[in-house]
C-alpha cells in the first residue's frame, strides 16, 4: 500500500457529520457580533478580558448544539484510534510539524540575516496569534486543547461545509484554509495554510470532524512541546540545525503537496 492510499483507510461515515452541516452560519455570525460587542463594552469600562473566554463561550455553543449526541461523539471518537486512522493522523501530523518548523527555522535564519526585530516570528506556529500572549497552564490549555476544537469546529465543520454549498469543494477548501492561515503571524502564514489543507482533507475523507480536532491537537502539543524544549532559541541560531530543519521542511513540503493534489483531484 502506497503513501496516498496507506492516509485514508477511513471506514466509517460520521453520525455526527449531519449535525455539523446543520449549524447556521448566520447563528453563529451572530454570536460571535455578541461577543465582540461584549468585548468592546468591557474594554469601555477599563476591565480585563481575556480573549480565552471567546473560545469557551463558542465551546458551549457547540456543546449545546450537539447536546442529545453523546452516543455519536462515542462513536466516531472511537473511530479516531481505529489502525488506519491513528496513523494517517500522526503521519500527516509529523509532516506537518516538519514543516512548520523548518519554516520558522528558515524564517528567523532570514531575519537574523536581515537584522529585522525577531518579534516579527510568530514562534506559536501551531496556535491563532491571539493566543500568543496568554502564558501558564491557561494558556497551554489554550493551544493544545481549546484552540483545535473550536478553529476545526468553525473552520472545518463549519465555514467548509457552507462554502461546499456555493463554490466548487477545492475552492471551499482553499479559502477556509485561506482564512484560517490570514490569523496566524508572519512566520506562520504558509506553513498554516498547508496545515490548513490537510485538516480539511482529512475531515472531507473521514466525514469525522473530530479526525481534524484530534490531529491539531496533536501538531499543537508537538510544537509546544518543541519550542518549550528551545524557550531560549539556542538552536534556531545554530545553522547547522537551521540547515537540517530546512532539509526536512522541503521534505516534507514535498510530501505534504503530493498528498494533497492527489486527494484534492479526488473531490468534486
Do not use: W
Request: proline residues 1%.
Amino acid at each position: 500500500m502506497d503513501l496516498i492510499h496507506f492516509l485514508f483507510f477511513f471506514d466509517n461515515m460520521s453520525l455526527l457529520n449531519e449535525k455539523i452541516k446543520d449549524i447556521s452560519l448566520v447563528e453563529l455570525l451572530l454570536l460571535f457580533i455578541l461577543l465582540f460587542i461584549s468585548m468592546g463594552g468591557l474594554k469601555f469600562l477599563n476591565l480585563s478580558f481575556n480573549f480565552n473566554y471567546v473560545y469557551l463561550v463558542i465551546i458551549v455553543y457547540f456543546i449545546f448544539k450537539f447536546r442529545n449526541s453523546f452516543f455519536e461523539f462515542k462513536q466516531d471518537l472511537l473511530e479516531i484510534f481505529s489502525q488506519f486512522s491513528f496513523k494517517s493522523i500522526l503521519l500527516i501530523v509529523l509532516l506537518n510539524v516538519f514543516f512548520s518548523y523548518g519554516m520558522l527555522y528558515l524564517s528567523n535564519y532570514l531575519v537574523r540575516i536581515v537584522n529585522l526585530d525577531n518579534n516579527y516570528l510568530g514562534l506559536f506556529f501551531s496556535s491563532m496569534t491571539l493566543n500568543s500572549e496568554i502564558l501558564g497552564i491557561m494558556g497551554l490549555l489554550s493551544v493544545v486543547l481549546i484552540s483545535p476544537i473550536v478553529e476545526e469546529l468553525i473552520f472545518r465543520g463549519v465555514f467548509l461545509n457552507k462554502l461546499r454549498l456555493i463554490v466548487p469543494t477545492i475552492f471551499a477548501v482553499l479559502i477556509s484554509s485561506l482564512l484560517f492561515a490570514s490569523l496566524h503571524s508572519f512566520g506562520s502564514i504558509i506553513s498554516a495554510f498547508v496545515f490548513a489543507i490537510c485538516m480539511a482533507i482529512l475531515y472531507l475523507k473521514s466525514e469525522n470532524i473530530l479526525v481534524p480536532i484530534f490531529a491539531h491537537f496533536l501538531n499543537n502539543a508537538i510544537g509546544e512541546s518543541l519550542y518549550h524544549l528551545d524557550s531560549s532559541q539556542i538552536l534556531f541560531k545554530n545553522d547547522l540545525v537551521v540547515a537540517g530543519m530546512s532539509i526536512l521542511a522541503i521534505i516534507s513540503f514535498i510530501l505534504l503537496l503530493k498528498f494533497i493534489f492527489s486527494n484534492l483531484n479526488n473531490f468534486k
